[in-house]
T-cell receptor
Framework: EAQVTQNPRYLITVTGKKLTVTCSQN?????MSWYRQDPGLGLRQIYY???????DKGDVPEGYKVSRKEKRNFPLILESPSPNQTSLYFC??????????????FGQGTRLTVV | KQEVTQIPAALSVPEGENLVLNCSFT??????LQWFRQDPGKGLTSLLL?????REQTSGRLNASLDKSSGRSTLYIAASQPGDSATYLC????????????FGTGTRLTIIP
């Protein structure tokens, strides 16, 4: 089954304690990205990657890091989480280019609370 | 900068009615437009994808249309059911640079039994 898998689904952590949210896709997609969703602000892109070892900032990258060492994996790293990073996070992937089969697939979401 | 607007922000209709959700976007340079459904606190479920060259797509009781030149899309839901209650999001993907999705803020739909 084609899917994007995020872990963990729920996470409560304390300010400053480094954490990683994993994301993996099984569709051989080139493009992967992270979004955060906040009430009233909608979904905003944090980082994206157009292929292995190619990553770039989205709209709200401050406080986050990513890596793309393998095509299927795109972890999100919060080196020193702060309460303003409390949010619902989504990983997404899709094929690049235009045409059939280029829809974006989303993970189940990770609800992060930083206290 | 692409902006996506969804009106209304919330909608309540009796079960069985047909309804239309609206999505408008400011930049017509898009690859495609995708409609999603999101249940409270849950993930995004893709409903329909319309390529920029297409006018509409259908899946069961759902029909989505796209008028790229006017920057508009509609999601038509026929014979609504209580299980259709959710937030519906539209998102557009540009045909250049970072292919990020730009989302609207959604329409929260409630179907009244």
């Amino acid at each position: 089954e084609a899917q994007v898998t995020q872990n963990p689904r729920y996470l409560i952590t304390v300010t400053g304690k480094k954490l990683t949210v994993t994301c993996s896709q099984n569709m051989n997609h080139e493009y992967m990205s992270w979004y955060r969703q906040d009430p009233g602000l909608g979904l905003r892109q944090i980082y994206y990657s157009m292929n292995v070892e190619v990553t770039d900032k989205g709209d709200v990258p401050e406080g986050y890091k990513v890596s793309r060492k393998e095509k299927r994996n795109f972890p999100l790293i919060l080196e020193s989480p702060s309460p303003n990073q409390t949010s619902l996070y989504f990983c997404a992937s899709n094929l690049l280019g235009q045409g059939a089969g280029t829809e974006a697939f989303f993970g189940q979401g990770t609800r992060l609370t930083v206290v | 900068k692409q902006e996506v607007t969804q009106i209304p922000a919330a909608l309540s209709v009796p079960e069985g009615e047909n309804l239309v959700l609206n999505c408008s976007f400011t930049d017509s340079a898009i690859y495609n437009l995708q409609w999603f459904r999101q249940d409270p606190g849950k993930g995004l479920t893709s409903l329909l994808l319309i390529q920029s060259s297409q006018r509409e797509q259908t899946s069961g009781r759902l029909n989505a249309s796209l008028d790229k030149s006017s920057g508009r899309s509609t999601l038509y839901i026929a014979a609504s059911q209580p299980g259709d209650s959710a937030t519906y999001l539209c998102a557009v993907r540009p045909n250049f640079g970072n292919e990020k999705l730009t989302f609207g803020t959604g329409t929260r739909l409630t179907i009244i039994p």
